[in-house]
């Protein structure tokens, strides 16, 4: 069953980039590894998903190295509406999704 | 609108009291899933559905039961409600799990059992 580790909490400030990586030693060939952004009292919200290499979407870019054993979400520039806890999430086997423990980020002015 | 809808928002109820929240998607999605988030705990999923009339456990099923008799909708049901089943529901939704499709979340049912 792969397991995620990231870190607890994170502070930045307005306008810096902000660089969360998540491990995953035993993700499968088949995962993708899939980030989600929760406001408090809100459901998650999908931000950005890989496979391998770098992606890049309006919101994010997601960095994975050729092993695949860890993933760096990275947002640009960030603002105080960009606090909120992000998650990195693996496909575990038999369908079971596991979301790992979350990265509270607090953006200061 | 693309959405998932769940119902009640919040829930005040007692021990041993059965009770249902409902969850209904309108995107056509064969993958229907609950959660409950707790703090320190983050989300951990109670029961998933790959499509009608499939369903099957997630790392905390105990004291829970769903139903998937339709596409569209995955009720999640409290048989004997106890306090320790306090908690955040979140309800989701994706198109398929084969292709790691992201899944969509209703904004949650917060239960409080006394």
């Known amino acids: 069953l792969a397991k995620t580790t990231q870190p607890i909490s994170m502070d930045s400030y307005e306008g810096q980039e902000v660089n969360i990586t998540c491990s995953h030693n035993?993700?499968?060939?088949?995962?993708?590894i899939t980030w989600y952004q929760q406001f408090p009292s809100q459901g998650p919200r999908f931000i950005i998903q890989g496979y391998k290499t770098k992606v890049t979407n309006e919101v994010a870019s997601l960095f994975i190295p050729a092993d695949r054993k860890s993933s760096t979400l990275s947002l640009p520039r960030v603002s105080l509406s960009d606090t909120a806890v992000y998650y990195c999430?693996?496909?575990?086997?038999?369908?079971?999704?596991?979301f790992g423990g979350g990265t509270r980020v607090l953006v200061k002015p | 609108e693309a959405q998932v809808t769940q119902n009640p928002r919040y829930l005040i109820t007692v021990t041993g009291k059965k009770l249902t929240v409902t969850c209904s998607q309108n995107m056509n999605h064969e993958y229907m899933s609950w959660y409950r988030q707790d703090p320190g705990l983050g989300l951990r999923q109670i029961y998933y559905s790959m499509n009608v009339e499939v369903t099957d456990k997630g790392d905390v099923p105990e004291g829970y039961k769903v139903s998937r008799k339709e596409k569209r909708n995955f009720p999640l049901i409290l048989e004997s409600p106890s306090p320790n089943q306090t908690s955040l529901y979140f309800c989701a939704s994706s198109e398929d799990t084969e292709r790691n499709q992201p899944q969509h979340f209703g904004d949650g049912t917060r239960l409080s059992i006394l």
């Open positions: 999430l693996l496909k575990a086997a038999g369908n079971k999704l596991t």
């Open positions: 035993n993700i499968a060939t088949n995962d993708y």
